[in-house]
C-alpha cells in the first residue's frame, strides 16, 4: 500500500472536504440495463434495493423501451431521497437513437444528405458523431429530448460529452484554450457553458428541482454561471485511466477545477474504471481523502460496480 500513500500525499487537498447535505454518498450509473437483467421488472427491482442514492440511466431499457414514470417512481421507492437521472449525450449524436436517420452515413461515411451540424464519427466509439452543439438544429433535438425524459418523471439529466469543446480547440497536435468559433464569433467553451444552461433551463420549466450534472469539461468550472447552473459534476478516470495510473499534471490540474464547485458544496461523482485491485483501491482511497463520491464499475456500464463515499 506504500504507492497508495504517495499519491495520498501528491494529490489530496484538505481545504476543499466540503459536504454537501443534500448530496449523494453513492451513486449508480447503468446504460445497458437489458445487460443487467433481461427483462425491464426484474431491472426496476433490483434498482430499487441496490442501495445507492442517485442512480443514472439511459432513457431507455434496451435502446427500444422506454422507462416510463410507473418504472422511475418504483426505484425511487427503494431508498428515501433517492433521485433517477436520465444519461444525456449532447456533444455527440449516436446513429442508435431514435433521431437518428440511416441515410445520414455509410459505413461510417457521412453521406450528402448528413445535417450541417454532424461531423465526423468519434475513432473511439463507433457510430458516436460529433456534432456542432450550438447549431439550433441539434439543440433542438436535444431540448426535445430533455422535455421527453423530464415528461417521464427522470429527477433531472446526466450530460455527456460538455468536453465535446476540446475537439474544436484541436488544431495540428495542439490544444488552442478559448479558441473562437468562426460561426458564434465567442470561444467553443462559452458555447458549451450557453448550451449547458439552456438545457437547464429547459428541464427546470419541467421540475423546478431538476438536477442538472455534466460529466468532464471541467475546464469550464472557471465561468462562474457554468457553475452557479449545475447541479454537481461527473469526472471519469480522475486517477486512473484503465488499469494505469493517471499521470500527475492531469489529476492535479482536474482536482484545481474542481476547488471552486466544491467549495459551492455541490457533490462530484468521480467514475473510475480500473480491474485491477490494487488500482482500484487507489481510486477508492483517492476519492475519500479528497471528499470525492466515486463508483468503480465497468467502461461499459452495465453493471452497478462498487459507490461509496
Known amino acids: 500500500m506504500k504507492t497508495v500513500s504517495i499519491i495520498l500525499i501528491l494529490f489530496?487537498?484538505?481545504?476543499?472536504?466540503?459536504?454537501?447535505?443534500?448530496?449523494?454518498?453513492?451513486?449508480?450509473?447503468?446504460?445497458?440495463?437489458?445487460?443487467?437483467?433481461?427483462?425491464?421488472?426484474?431491472?426496476?427491482?433490483?434498482?430499487?434495493?441496490?442501495?445507492?442514492?442517485?442512480?443514472?440511466?439511459?432513457?431507455?431499457?434496451?435502446?427500444?423501451?422506454?422507462?416510463?414514470?410507473?418504472?422511475?417512481?418504483?426505484?425511487?421507492?427503494?431508498?428515501?431521497?433517492?433521485?433517477?437521472?436520465?444519461?444525456?449525450?449532447?456533444?455527440?449524436a449516436e446513429d442508435y437513437r431514435s433521431y437518428w436517420h440511416k441515410w445520414?452515413?455509410?459505413?461510417?461515411?457521412?453521406s450528402a444528405t448528413a445535417p450541417a451540424w454532424l461531423c465526423s464519427e468519434n475513432p473511439e466509439w463507433k457510430g458516436n458523431y460529433r456534432v456542432?452543439?450550438?447549431?439550433?438544429?441539434?439543440?433542438?433535438?436535444?431540448?426535445?429530448?430533455?422535455?421527453?425524459?423530464?415528461?417521464?418523471?427522470?429527477?433531472?439529466?446526466?450530460?455527456?460529452?460538455?468536453?465535446?469543446?476540446?475537439?474544436?480547440?484541436?488544431e495540428g497536435g495542439q490544444y488552442i484554450d478559448d479558441r473562437i468559433n468562426p460561426e458564434t464569433k465567442q470561444s467553443y467553451r462559452r458555447d458549451m457553458v450557453d448550451w449547458v444552461k439552456a438545457i437547464g433551463i429547459r428541464a427546470r420549466q419541467r421540475n423546478p428541482q431538476a438536477l442538472v450534472i455534466p460529466q468532464n469539461g471541467s475546464a469550464l468550472l472557471a465561468q462562474a454561471d457554468f457553475a452557479t447552473a449545475i447541479s454537481g459534476i461527473g469526472v471519469e478516470d480522475l486517477f486512473t485511466e484503465g488499469n494505469k495510473l493517471q499521470s500527475k499534471s492531469h489529476t492535479a490540474e482536474?482536482?484545481?477545477?474542481?476547488?471552486?464547485?466544491?467549495?459551492?458544496?455541490?457533490?462530484?461523482?468521480?467514475?473510475?474504471?480500473?480491474?485491477?485491485?490494487e488500482r482500484r483501491a487507489i481510486c477508492k482511497s483517492l476519492a475519500k481523502e479528497n471528499a470525492l463520491v466515486w463508483l468503480v464499475t465497468d467502461r461499459q456500464l452495465k453493471t452497478l460496480g462498487e459507490s461509496g463515499k
Open 132 to 170: 456542432k452543439y450550438w447549431n439550433p438544429d441539434w439543440q433542438k433535438i436535444i431540448l426535445d429530448s430533455v422535455d421527453e425524459l423530464m415528461a417521464h418523471g427522470f429527477d433531472g439529466v446526466y450530460l455527456d460529452i460538455v468536453d465535446g469543446f476540446e475537439t474544436f480547440e484541436q
Open 254 to 277: 482536474v482536482l484545481a477545477h474542481l476547488q471552486t464547485i466544491k467549495r459551492m458544496g455541490k457533490p462530484v461523482l468521480v467514475i473510475e474504471y480500473p480491474k485491477r485491485d
Open 104 to 110: 445520414w452515413s455509410n459505413h461510417s461515411t457521412l
Open 12 to 92: 489530496v487537498f484538505p481545504a476543499l472536504m466540503i459536504a454537501h447535505a443534500d448530496g449523494p454518498k453513492s451513486f449508480g450509473y447503468l446504460l445497458q440495463a437489458d445487460a443487467f437483467e433481461k427483462e425491464k421488472s426484474l431491472a426496476v427491482e433490483r434498482l430499487a434495493t441496490c442501495g445507492r442514492d442517485w442512480i443514472i440511466l439511459d432513457a431507455s431499457f434496451d435502446g427500444e423501451v422506454p422507462w416510463q414514470r410507473e418504472d422511475l417512481d418504483a426505484i425511487r421507492r427503494g431508498l428515501p431521497e433517492r433521485k433517477v437521472i436520465a444519461y444525456l449525450s449532447i456533444g455527440e
